[in-house]
C-alpha cells in the first residue's frame, strides 16, 4: 500500500495519458497497467470544436485518482494558476508541480519548483513535485511539505533509463515522503531497478505510449513494479567477486 | 454584441449572454467538465451561474487533456 498524503494507493505504478496513438488503445493500456494513478494535462479548450474526444470524460473517475501536471509552466506564477485551475474541477487536489526551465532537456526549474510547492502545499494541495535527480533539492522540497517527490531518472521522453541511480538512492534513503521515479523511464528493466532501489513507485508515459504495443507494455510495467519492489523487501543479495557453488560440496559422485 | 477576450482572443459574443453560465450553454459545454477563469479569478462549478459577462472580460475555458 502506497500513502501519499491523504490518499492510499494499490498500485505503485502512475500512468500518464499523453501520445497515446488512439482513446481506444489508451483504454486498453490503462486497464492493462492496473495503474490507480492517471496524469493529466491542462489546456484551453478549442471551443469552436467542443466534441472532440476527451478521455478524462469516458474515464469512470471513482476508480482513479488524477494527477495533473503544471506543464507548460515556466514560473512559479504559472505552475500555481494551472494548479489552481485543476482543482476548480473539484474531481482532485493531487497536482504535479512540474516547472520547466530548459526547453531543450526539459529539465527543471528548482527555484520556482520549491517556490510553487510551498505556495500550494499552504493552499492544502496534496503536493507532487517534479524535480532533478539532485537531492539537496529534493530535500529542501519535503522540508518544505512536499506530500511526495519525484525525481526524473532522466529527461522527460528520453527512454534513457536512470542516469544517475546513486544520487536517486540518496534521495530515497532521506526522504521521509514517497519518491516516486518520474521521467525517461524506458523499459521493464528501468523500472525494476527504480523499485530495487527502493523508489515507493514509478510514474511513466512515454515508455508505454509510444512503445510498438503499449497494451503490452504497459501490462510489462505493471510485473516490473510488482516484481521490483518484491526484490527490494526480499533483500538481495550482495555482490561478490569470486563464485559459490549453489550444489553441496560433500558427496559428490566420482 | 459585445467583445470578450475568449482563450486568447477577442470573441464577439451576444447582448443577451449575460453569465459564464450562459457562455457555456452557448458553446454546448454546461455538462462537460471544464473549468473557467474569469478576469484571472479561477471559477468554482457554483460561481458560473452567478457570474457576470461584461464587455471586455478576459476568460479562459481549459479542459484537462493527455499529459504525462
Known sequence: MLKIGRYQFQSRLFLGTGKFSSLEVQREAVEASEADVLTFAIRRLDVFNPDQPNFLEKLDLKRFTLLPNTAGATTAEEAVRIARLAKASNLCDMIKVEVIADPKTLLPDPIATLEATRILVEEGFTVLPYTSDDPVIARKLWEAGAHAIMPGGAPIGSGQGLLNPMYLRYIIEESPVPVIIDAGIGSPADVVQAMELGADGVLLNTAVSQADDPVKMAEAMKWAVKAGRLGFEAGRIPKRTTASASSPQTGLVK | ?68
Open chain 2, 1 to 68: 454584441m459585445k467583445t470578450i477576450q475568449l482563450n486568447g482572443q477577442p470573441y464577439e459574443v451576444e447582448k443577451h449572454i449575460d453569465t459564464i453560465g450562459d457562455l457555456l450553454e452557448h458553446f454546448h459545454l454546461g455538462e462537460r467538465i471544464v473549468i473557467v477563469e474569469h478576469n484571472r479569478r479561477v471559477l468554482s462549478k457554483e460561481d458560473h451561474k452567478a457570474t457576470p459577462l461584461r464587455a471586455g472580460d478576459v476568460v479562459e475555458i481549459v479542459h484537462f487533456v493527455g499529459g504525462g
